[in-house]
């Protein structure tokens, strides 16, 4: 049994720290003296102990050099042997390397790019590689920790199975993002994996809110069979749902709806005026009262239950009042993805730094450059090197020190300038400051 009394399969705890399950008890492999250790079950209980008193640090040094005392004591009193097979390849990578690559497996689209919130829509004419195996072990030299796959459809590609296979075998943590269309076969093959999470898109509930914003007739009925599937056979599954004029008033239905289907974790995302998202946005884009009302509710609901659903708001940032006390204008660097060591695949092999802003963000080719030369020009980006400063609608602006600059691609989009105001941003926090 693992981490809370469950099996474990696998545990990424950081770049250098990482368990295994096997049949004589648990591998840890430490990346960063590329050495692995065996633990056997009494090992193991004494690391779940350690673990549990440390969970919020795992990830940071001071954390790692505690690990290591700790290693030291389990391998004095032979409770943790050193192995001489290493069993997976391991290496040592750069801090600066990207945490997370969202690889957009196909331009090919089960919905042919028809939703009309889909901010993808302007990607539909690109190419695709067709040996994806060979970019899959390309990606392994970035070093990463997360992987999304997405498209597209990435379920359309017959080979996906073998794909994340690859990012198993090297303990790295795979999300499918998938619209859950008529795709039982090739998802049955997914391997069902600790690492591995399958995210499906639910736009609304009942099925007409879903199938008018995704124009194609049953495509709710799809998607929850997909759910339905996947909760079943107990893949890690999540929901994703873009907030719109037509699911607003929704969101509580939809909230009991995916209860009822026991989903365990819900992504509620803004909609982004990008591609179909750009040309609905005035008809598509709710008030943003309406928004936030409505998400507290559902979370109101949600937080009198004793196993409550997670639900995941990206757009909002927790602990924005308290950011805004150390925010010093003089020193904010702005730009989309800032500080998130986040790159993006595109389905020809190209590489960029944000998936909405192509041609600025360029940074290579996964098959022409190796990482080094990647990560030389993401961290050189002209973007990157906007300051609040630069910006002149945000340096007289009094919610500049909750959105922090905001989005350099939204603010592109709606203003027509990189310069411009984040006006999403501008009015999430500017009804936080009035409300909250």
């Known amino acids: 049994m693992g981490i809370g009394g469950k099996d474990i399969g696998y545990i990424v705890l950081n770049r250098y720290i990482k368990i295994r399950e096997n049949r004589n008890g648990y591998s840890l492999y430490n990346i960063k003296e590329k050495k692995k250790f065996h633990l056997n079950k009494s090992g193991f209980f004494l690391l779940e102990k350690f673990l549990n008193k440390r969970i919020e640090e795992i990830r ?95 379920l359309i590609r017959k080979e996906l199975s073998e794909i994340i296979q690859i990012f198993i075998e090297n303990v790295i943590r795979v999300q499918v993002d998938t619209a859950g269309w008529k795709n039982g076969k090739i998802i049955k093959k997914i391997p069902n994996d600790e690492l591995v999470t399958i995210q499906v898109s639910l736009d609304g509930a009942p099925a007409k809110t879903h199938n008018i914003l995704r124009r194609k007739e049953d495509s709710f009925n799809e998607a929850v069979r997909t759910i339905k599937s996947l909760i079943k056979e107990r893949y890690r599954v999540k929901v994703s749902t873009v907030l719109t004029t037509l699911n607003v008033y929704e969101l509580e239905d939809m909230y009991n709806f995916l209860l009822g289907l026991n989903v365990r974790r819900w992504i509620i995302a803004p909609l982004r005026p990008f591609g179909n998202g750009l040309t609905n946005y005035k008809r598509l884009h709710p008030p943003i009262q309406s928004q936030l009302e409505s998400i507290k509710k559902a979370i109101r609901a949600n937080n009198e239950l004793s196993n409550p659903m997670r639900i995941d708001i990206p757009y909002i940032i927790d602990n924005y009042k308290k950011l805004s006390k150390d925010f010093n204008i003089n020193n904010f660097d702005c730009g989309s993805d800032r500080g998130n060591r986040g790159i993006h695949l595109l389905p020809d092999g190209n590489l960029v730094g944000c998936i909405y802003l192509l041609k600025e963000t360029s940074i290579g080719n996964i098959l022409k450059e190796n990482p080094s030369q990647v990560i030389k020009r993401l961290k050189n980006l002209d973007l990157w090197r906007i300051r609040i400063e630069d910006l002149p609608l945000c340096k007289e602006c009094k919610f500049v020190s909750f959105c922090q600059g905001g989005c350099r691609a939204v603010a592109l989009s709606l203003s027509g300038s990189l310069l411009g105001c984040d006006q999403q941003s501008k009015e999430i926090y500017k009804w936080l400051d009035e409300n909250e």
Do not use: M
């Not at 990207?98 to 990607?123: D, Q, R």
């Open 60 to 154: 940071t040094l001071p954390y790692f050099l505690k690990f290591q005392q700790f290693l030291k004591e389990l391998i004095s009193n032979n409770i943790v042997s050193i192995s001489r097979n290493l069993g997976i390849p391991i290496k040592i990578f750069p801090a600066d390397y990207p945490f997370w690559v969202e690889w957009l497996i196909t331009a090919k689209c089960t919905h042919n790019y028809n939703c009309l919130h889909c901010c993808y829509s302007n990607l539909k004419s690109l190419k695709e590689i067709e040996d994806s195996k060979t970019v899959a072990k390309k990606l392994l030299e970035f070093g990463l920790y997360n992987i999304i796959i997405s498209g597209g459809e990435p």
